[in-house]
């Protein structure tokens, strides 16, 4: 629980947008970039793996973290789903090809981030087991975006451009299916600050050209759906929790208003914002 204190100050520090700290935390995006995410301030975790489906390096790197298990079958793997929801937790995965979000959307997973190269098959099962989709555009943006010149490796740059082609038309296919999406940006990739949330909301509208108004909601009320929160946040709701931000512009007219965030309320108390360079995301 201090954990999760200590990343929701965090994350209002570093001026994440609207609420998307509500996000499924995306405990396993460092299996692509051992040693460069330091998930000490999460709290208690555990890693659930498919046998041999990972290095032993990976294994070493989040057994400091926390316990992992390694199952056998897609039988295991759902017992364990299963156990983490009878203890009211949510569940997520790291799955960018078709056959993991298969695997893991079978077994009853709440959440897939990334989804990379999901297809019709991976989002009609999806629809029918309530499944939500994080599709972190950031990750793949921000990689193409810098590239080589950047320092980012050739062949990481590469198959950023080959999965952001696949996700794109995914992702729309998706969308438009109903499959609940919210917004998550995979922070901590190359270039991609957890101060640019926006640049998610963005995408969105300008890349993927989903209404804005449909956008925000899934970066507010989805995503408080998809923890569970919704009860107590996620909108600006009698009753609710007072977390909303101040702008400047209406952000359904100019979606990079977000970008611009003027004031930010915790519970109805300004929270304090140290100034940030956001010139690199634009």
């Given at each position: 629980m201090k954990g999760l204190k200590y990343q929701l100050k965090?994350?209002?520090?570093?001026?994440?947008?609207?609420?998307?700290?509500?996000?499924?935390?995306?405990?396993?995006?460092?299996l692509n970039f051992m040693g460069s995410i330091d998930l000490s301030s999460l709290g208690e975790l555990h890693f659930g793996v498919l046998e041999n489906d990972l290095s032993p390096q990976t294994i070493t790197w989040l057994e400091r973290y926390g316990p992992v298990t390694a199952y056998r079958t897609q039988?295991?793997?759902t017992a364990a789903i299963a156990e983490a929801h009878r203890a009211g937790k949510k569940t997520a995965t790291h799955a960018h090809g078709k056959a993991g979000i298969r695997t893991a959307v079978l077994a009853g997973i709440d959440s897939v981030e990334h989804g990379s190269y999901i297809d019709d098959e991976c989002i009609d099962l999806m629809l029918e087991r309530g499944t939500a989709l994080c599709p972190t555009l950031a990750t793949h943006y921000f990689t193409c975006k810098f590239g080589v010149e950047a320092g980012?490796?050739?062949?990481?740059?590469?198959?950023?451009?080959?999965?952001?082609?696949?996700?794109?038309i995914g992702l729309e296919k998706a969308w438009k299916a109903g499959v609940p999406v919210t917004i998550g940006t995979d922070a901590g990739t190359p270039y991609n600050p957890h101060?640019?949330?926006?640049?998610?909301?963005?995408?969105?509208?300008?890349?993927?050209?989903?209404?804005?108004?449909?956008?925000?909601a899934a970066g507010t009320i989805q995503s408080a759906k998809v923890c569970g929160v919704e009860e107590w946040t996620g909108s600006i709701t009698p009753g609710?929790?007072?977390?909303?931000?101040?702008?400047?512009?209406?952000?359904v007219k100019n979606i990079r208003t977000l970008g611009q965030v003027e004031r930010v309320?915790?519970?109805?108390?300004?929270?304090?914002?140290?100034?940030?360079?956001?010139s690199s995301t634009l």
């Open positions: 965090s994350v209002l520090r570093d001026k994440f947008c609207l609420m998307t700290f509500l996000l499924p935390i995306l405990v396993a995006v460092a039988e295991e793997l980012i490796a050739p062949w990481k740059v590469e198959k950023g451009k080959r999965a952001a082609e696949a996700q794109h101060w640019g949330t926006f640049m998610e909301f963005v995408l969105f509208v300008e890349d993927m050209g989903f209404d804005p108004m449909d956008t925000l609710k929790h007072a977390d909303f931000i101040v702008l400047g512009e209406n952000p309320y915790k519970d109805g108390a300004l929270v304090s914002l140290p100034p940030i360079d956001q």
